[in-house]
């Protein structure tokens, strides 16, 4: 027998695991940019809004729309402190200097994305999922053994979920363009870099791949 991560989704052991697609770092009026006057957001951050809204959360829809029809699990992760004031935060998400406080709008997901009301949204308060919240005894208990991975940032929190993922055993696809990072090139590099620990597809190849 063959061992290999090119593997078809088998739905009903599968999940897809939308990651950090939030009002904090996903909408203009987001904590993370309210410091930034138009020119400087439309400088910085100009190229990965305009992404996000014609491809990749376009995108992101299609995914959630096609899992659910299939009976693909559907689940989310956002960043968002247990505590008002953050102090279970990790040290990193410290030093980096924000704080998504618990319950807030900056926690919640976009609009576009929002949740349905029996479907599970793990609070995570460090890079990896897998490190601040009980997702790996949730997926256990779910029987998901393939884990699909779409969101932002590519090269940080979506590259450690998948890592991680893969050494706690999962299979995991990652939906290449439905993933985003600051830039074309940091987003390339990010999907060079991870390949050797999972499954790289498109929507459209995966949405194939289900059926509808």
Not at 57 to 77: F, K, S
């Amino acid at each position: 027998m063959t061992l290999t991560r090119e593997v078809p989704l088998v739905p009903e052991q599968s999940a897809l695991l939308f990651i950090d697609v939030q009002n904090f770092a996903a909408h203009r009026k987001g904590a993370e940019f309210t410091d930034l006057s138009d020119a400087e957001f439309e400088d910085k951050y100009g190229w990965f809004f305009s992404q996000m809204q014609s491809r990749i959360v376009p995108n992101m829809q299609r995914l959630q729309a096609a899992c659910r029809n299939n009976g693909v699990e559907v689940l989310y992760t956002t960043i968002e402190s247990l505590t008002k004031d953050g102090r279970d935060r990790s040290l990193d998400y410290k030093i980096t200097g924000f704080n998504v406080p618990k319950g807030s709008w900056d926690g919640k997901m976009i609009d576009e994305l929002t949740p349905g009301d029996d479907e599970i949204v793990f609070p995570k308060s460090s890079s990896s999922v897998f490190v601040s919240t009980h997702i790996h005894y949730v997926l256990g208990n779910l029987g998901v053994k393939q884990l699909v991975i779409s969101g932002i940032i590519t090269d940080q929190c979506v590259e450690s979920a998948i890592r991680d993922a893969c050494d706690l055993g999962y299979l995991v696809t990652q939906v290449t363009d439905a993933c985003l990072t600051y830039s074309q090139e940091r987003h390339d590099h990010s999907l060079r870099t991870i390949k050797g620990y999972c499954r790289q597809v498109t929507t459209d190849e995966l949405i194939s791949e289900l059926g509808r």
